[in-house]
């Protein structure tokens, strides 16, 4: 299986695996991907999930070996087409990349996560990286397009000034840099990605998920708004969150629980 899915308590680590490819992504494990994904986010029990590559490598973009073998044929991509209109969308190339998720998942990434791999890591709510993993739009080299989100995210996530940087020049960026940028949020030893991504996954169930999952709903949903509606959208979105677990929530700090800090009583 390309694709394999562990449980600890209310994290879900999905762990792509085809260490022969480099975890290049074919349509068969873009499906499995699409549905882990899906599954995880339809399960009560499970709060926060890790998306992992085995073998030293996060996910070195579409199997171009794949894609190359298609010529003269159909295209690879013609089931990904997204439709006119407000329907559904489609999985994207590379799975999961047109979900909208209720809950966060977090990037383990160690070695490349480059073209389309990259979009997938840019798809994830956090970024936890090994100091010498890296990114980049290799994809540049061979006139693939970024069709799975890369021209959409990394601009929003960076800034576009280098996002163009990114994008136009296609060259390496080191785990360092992406710290630097904003590109990841974390930088952990070799090997360590996964442990460490897992860790703050355990971290955030810890928290009363509906107020956890309301803030980072209000995060995505200001993007495309105005400042002005961005403020109406948070407060139509948090304020039945406070009325059912808000209040609850600051009886129990009245009673003593989580003061100073404390992140275990709560």
């Known amino acids: 299986m390309s694709v394999q899915i562990e449980r600890n308590g209310a ?14 992504v074919d349509p068969e494990t873009a ?3 699409y549905d882990a994904f899906k599954a995880f986010d339809a399960d009560p029990s499970q709060h926060a999930a890790v998306f992992w590559g085995a073998g030293g490598a996060f996910c070195a973009g579409f199997d171009l070996k794949y894609a190359g073998s298609l010529t003269g044929e159909k295209s ?9 209109g407000d329907g559904a969308f489609p999985p994207g190339p590379m799975g999961p ?19 389309g791999g990259m979009e997938l890591a840019l798809w994830c709510d956090l970024r936890v990286m090994e100091e010498d993993a890296y990114m980049g739009v290799y994809c540049r ?8 989100g890369g021209t959409v995210r990394l601009p929003r ?23 630097d940028i904003g590109l990841c949020e974390r930088v952990v030893p070799r090997g360590q990605s996964r442990a460490a991504a897992e ?7 810890k928290f009363p998920q509906e107020c956890l999952r309301a803030d980072r709903r209000s995060v995505w949903l200001q993007e495309d708004l105005s400042e002005r509606e961005a403020l109406r959208a948070e407060w139509k979105n948090s304020v039945p969150v406070f009325e059912r677990e808000g209040a609850a929530g600051a009886a129990r700090f009245a ?6 800090g404390d992140r275990e009583d709560i």
């Open 11 to 24: 994290v879900t680590t999905v762990i792509l695996n085809r260490s022969e490819a480099r975890n290049a």
């Open 31 to 33: 499906r499995a991907l």
């Open 76 to 84: 690879p991509l013609a089931a990904n087409n997204i439709p006119e």
């Open 97 to 115: 990349t047109r979900l909208e998720l209720s809950k966060p998942v977090i990037a383990a990434v160690s070695g490349p996560a480059v073209a």
């Open 141 to 148: 080299r061979w006139g693939v397009p970024l069709i799975d």
């Open 157 to 179: 996530i960076v800034g576009r000034g280098r996002a163009l940087d990114l994008i136009l020049t296609g060259r390496k960026i080191e785990a360092r840099e992406c710290l």
């Open 199 to 205: 860790a703050l996954a355990h971290e955030l169930t």
């Open 255 to 260: 009673s003593g629980k989580g003061r100073h």
